[in-house]
């Protein structure tokens, strides 16, 4: 079946330090997107992503953070200076139409000291 | 951000009985919802979605029920199993798909 990889499983920053989260999504999808989901609290929306620009994105989507489809198969999340409440699980997710086939990574863990 | 609820934190079960999960939303927009059932270090895994024209979906032992006037959304898991032990959220769209709103999860725990 089908997968969203995402690499690393686990990265560890100082604060202040620029960290990227890699995902590939799946291969026929049009769709991209990033979550997260700090310790003890709800999974919630980053950006969603489409024809090379961003759909959407939420008010936790700051001029530090940015996306990039730098080729035709990653998609990453860049943290510019990372603080300590960057620390979370960030999810990627893609899917092949709006809503279809909506299918997630298993992670990153990001640990901000 | 409270738009999407679900209010009870865990749930247990003994296999073979039924499992009801729920959930509850407050933007009338939302037309779209999805459960996905997530276990420890993995990513949420999708179980089945339901959209506002309908008040029923089935997928095999899940069922996903729909009461729009009550905002209201439950999952069934008939019979339950040990493997069904996990972490379940609902999540809500408005439609343009672009971004879901979660619930808190509710931790379901079968029993064999």
């Known amino acids: 079946e089908p997968e969203v990889t995402q690499t690393p499983s686990h990265q560890v920053t100082q604060m202040g330090q620029e960290v990227i989260l890699r995902c590939v999504p799946i291969s026929n999808h049009l769709y991209f997107y990033w979550y997260r989901q700090i310790l003890g609290q709800k999974v919630e929306f980053l950006v969603s992503f489409y024809n090379n620009e961003i759909s959407e994105k939420s008010e936790i989507f700051d001029d530090q953070f940015s996306v990039e489809r730098p080729d035709g198969s990653n998609f990453t999340l860049k943290i510019r200076s990372t603080k300590l409440e960057d620390s979370a699980m960030y999810f990627c997710?893609?899917?092949?139409?709006?809503?279809?086939?909506?299918?997630f990574g298993s992670g990153t863990r990001l640990t901000v000291v | 951000d409270q738009q999407v609820k679900q209010n009870s934190p865990s749930l247990s079960v003994q296999e073979g009985r039924i499992s009801i999960l729920n959930c509850d939303y407050t933007n009338s927009m939302f037309d779209y919802f999805l459960w996905y059932k997530k276990y420890p270090a993995e990513g949420p895994t999708f179980l089945i979605s339901?959209?506002?024209?309908?008040d029923k979906n089935e997928d095999g032992r899940f069922t996903v029920f729909l009461n729009k006037s009550a905002k209201h959304l439950s999952l069934h898991i008939v019979p339950s199993q040990p493997g069904d032990s996990a972490v379940y959220f609902c999540a809500a769209s408005e439609g343009n798909f672009n971004k879901f709103y979660f619930g808190s999860g509710t931790k379901l725990n079968v029993k064999p």
């Open positions: 339901i959209s506002s024209i309908k």
């Open positions: 997710a893609s899917s092949a139409d709006r809503g279809k086939g909506y299918t």
